[in-house]
């Protein structure tokens, strides 16, 4: 069973944030470190241009890691050769610092694309990370607030599970606002737990989570050039998970946990969102279906523009999960709205049904909406996440660069 | 060798448009007649949830077609059984009013889904159709002003070609503005010619031509329940179009033309479109990494609002190029805007160029751009088309319903 905490650190690690001066006054630079070598595991994202931090973690992911450095304000992204050897750099220098073995970190960056790493700023960065690490909870917001681009808030979770007596803690948090999509968009998220388990088994819970979290959110639809995933377990807690156990059962819920909050936060915060919006597909054919599903209402800019809108319109639902690609039968869809003014059927076996459309509005005018579209095709569900599509999206996104 | 023409009927065509009564001021009713029995193709939407008028004419496509009876106002989709038997009442009454044989006539829905159609006013609005035909151009401006919902103009092509010494007329007019994407969205289009040619050569020709124009478009990436793009053929002109001849290559590149033409009137009539955006990508591996390269780019809601904000951002560019699916090497991408005002590259083989942000500017506030994006994989070419992502597209869509 899964406990809900505050944010507090896992045994074994300590946390800083600072700034290093890539961005012009908040902090950009965060440093994670554990006393012991730990197992990881991590995602990647799944674009074709993947930035020179995503290509180096993706070679050392494994065993015998001691942490992670991140750096936010420029991506290190399409800028040729330099920015591979400045992503090894970074490894180096956090090693380094901490008197580690050489490539015991991996290297995250998020932020602008296409410049050059100023090489100068992020050294004397990761001595001040190494010089102020610490196990204070407070470290660790520091973190979370540095590796921030253009999130309004920090967004982190913590539980505890009880394995074997002992108390092990998952605690994560995660950055991501614009650019959020399946396939892991411009998102970089972190859980550090101080279980004892394998990399292998990590990789697998991992792989499978990620699946049924972050890539069921979607701001706008692009997936980006950094997107990252890890998980660090340091096994100081003395609590050993191994597979196909009950053990494993409860990891992985508390994972689920964690890695759902965090998508949902990152939706929360999607650029301009003013409605979290939650699709809920049941009794699909398949996962893959309901996934297909969940994932194309939540992503259909007309639908999200209706719900801006406040508009109960079903037409778009229904049209959405027509072009979804999945297999299913529009004769028998059923369509709820809910929210917490109530709940009301809109569509009933793929015919509109008359409802009160005064009784809609107040439901749809609340800042947190539940689509339930049931299907009667077989015993598969899948849940996404999403937001409305506003005037603030197309401000912000209008003006980036600029 | 094509000749642009101003809008005129092919030979044997007549046409009208009235207004019957189902929107409260504007024309909602079509009808195009041909004096002889048509050869006949149509393509239609790929959406799961297929509109009533959709499924009959999917059933009926072939030869001997008298015509096509259209509505807009209501969609005819998602009203159970009663609206495929009002399709085919549709056809019936059209027939029957202009002493054609049962099953003469396509038909074709567009407008508000959900809403059994008005019968009598649909019954005496084909009356007045069959009444009310001409073959004056007159009359087929008013079929396609009356067969617009969102839409903000008409949206007509029409050229000539010689074939054996005879004129043979294409010309075409559509529909479609909000939810335009590849495969087919919420678009009516028709083509009527006096070509003489089979249904089967039509057909093939059809299919890989809208595989080029209709589905390289995108407005915002919802497919609609209605769309339709049928073309018929009275043979008037006596020239005769046969299979694997220079014939059969001009005719299909006038088709193109027309076809082309209307894709690039819609993206230009885009809900709250304020730009017109052409994605060129040269040298792909395939036909398909071209296509699905260009339609990544041109769908994009971070390319779309960063072109709404004149920002030259070949991140996002390379970006939606990246998570596109296809097979490219990034590392030797190049990027180049451009407009009327002149041409800039931004990326070269991957790597960013320094360039003049104030020139950029100038380039990216014209109202049509071209992106093009130059790969060193292969020979294959694709185009897309498609517009920025506004304010006002948010408006327009957050309030269709209300």
New interface residues.
Partial sequence: MIVEEKIKMPKGFLASGIHAGLKKIKKDMALIYSETECTSAGTFT?????AAPVLYDMKIVGDKKRGIVINSGNAN????KEGYENAVKMSSIASFETKCDPSSFYVCSTG????PLDMKKIESGIKSLAETLSPATESLLDASEAIMTTDTFRKTACCTIKIGGEDVTLTGFAKGS??IHP?MATMLAFVITDAKISSSLLKKMLGSTVEDTFNMISV??????NDTCLVLASGLSGAEITGNTKEEEDFKEALFYILKTLACLITKDGEGAGRFIEVKVEGAKSKMDARLLARSVV????VK??F??S??????I???????G???N??CVDLVFSSEKGAIEV?KN???IRFDEEKAKTILLEKSITVLCVLKDGNYNATAWGCD???D???I??????
Wanted: hydrophobic share 35%; glycine share 12%; proline share 3%.
């Fill in positions: 799944t674009n074709k241009v993947k992204a399409c800028t040729a602008v694309i296409g410049v614009g650019m396939n706008d639809g692009d997936t980006s050039t992503s259909s800019n007309l523009a209706a801006f809108g508009d109960a319109n079903w037409g778009r229904l049209c959405a999960m027509g072009y979804s999945a297999d299913f529009p004769d569509l793929g015919t509109p599509l506003t005037y999206y197309v401000r996104n209008g003006d980036y660069r600029s």
